[in-house]
């Protein structure tokens, strides 16, 4: 069996914890690198430990090259800040590395794709089997009521989430915003307060919550007279996303250099 060894970029996060937890269960996925910012109270502490698995023997480090020498893959599960400061770490290093973090402008996908002309790059704002299923069913079902139905997109999460809206609630509303020939530039309504006038035809509503525990939740509504079609996924652990980071590590241990998404490794 082939083994793919992981660096986990973010070892100290919700995120980081989970996926190293699971790749220890994972025969598949050694974790040989953790790395974290200089200033974190885990540096230098074993990844396993900060995990809840006990040592694993691998210590998380602040340093690119110490925590990446013996490793096939990068997951980089951060801030969109982190994460672009980490870009030229990445090209020099030379190894793939699969981004899970969200928030970014567009300006900023653009850097990443140049990047993905050097090493493989896989971003994917979910990378959940049953999201990226979803946006496959969204597309569908966009391009089949085309513009006769309003659409609307509610997205909750928990209360320490940082960015607005989520990257799976604006990448659901660029896939439907294709598939019915809208501009989600000008289309996507965020915020609907005072006299605001009628609903435009082309309008995408992005709502968003945040309260509590909610690991995740997205609603998109296509809307008509005297009917609607509610598409929903919920997510009720993070471990759905830990599990869709590995795979995607193992899918593109041996790639050549491009831009990937989920859509590739689920081959959907």
């Given at each position: 069996m082939s083994i793919t060894a992981i660096c986990m970029v973010g070892a100290a996060g919700k995120m980081g914890r989970r996926i190293i937890a699971l790749g220890k269960d994972d025969s598949s996925i050694k974790i040989a690198g953790a790395l974290e910012a200089q200033e974190s109270a885990f540096v230098g502490i074993d990844a396993g430990e900060v995990a809840g698995i006990g040592s694993i023997g691998v210590?998380?480090?602040?340093?690119?090259?110490?925590?990446?020498?013996?490793?096939d893959v990068l997951i980089d599960f951060t801030f969109k800040t982190v994460t672009m400061?980490?870009?030229?770490m990445y090209e020099k290093i030379g190894k793939p590395v699969v981004i899970g973090t969200t928030g970014f402008e567009?300006?900023?996908?653009?850097?990443?794709k140049g990047l993905s002309s050097k090493i493989p790059v896989l971003l994917a704002p979910n990378m959940s089997l049953g999201v990226n299923l979803t946006f496959k069913v969204l597309e569908m079902v966009a391009k089949a009521v085309g513009n006769i139905y309003d659409i609307e997109?509610?997205?909750?999460?928990?209360?320490?989430?940082?960015?607005?809206?989520?990257?799976t609630a604006m990448k659901m509303a660029e896939v439907v915003a294709k598939a019915t020939n809208?501009?989600?530039?000008?289309?996507a309504v965020y915020c609907r307060r005072g006299l605001i006038g009628e609903r435009k035809d082309n309008e995408i509503g992005i709502q968003t919550v945040r309260a509590g525990d909610i690991v995740g939740e997205h609603t998109v509504m296509f809307c008509g007279n005297g009917e609607r079609i509610e598409i929903t996924h919920k997510a009720h652990t993070r471990d759905t996303?830990?599990?869709?980071?590995?795979?995607?590590?193992?899918?593109i241990k041996d790639k050549p250099a491009g831009f990937y998404s989920m859509f590739d490794v689920l081959n959907i």
């Open positions: 210590k998380i480090t602040d340093v690119f090259e110490v925590a990446t020498k013996d490793v400061k980490n870009l030229d567009s300006e900023e996908v653009e850097k990443i997109i509610i997205e909750a999460h928990h209360r320490l989430k940082k960015d607005a809206p989520s990257g809208r501009d989600i530039e000008k289309d996303f830990a599990k869709g980071a590995l795979a995607a590590a193992k899918w």
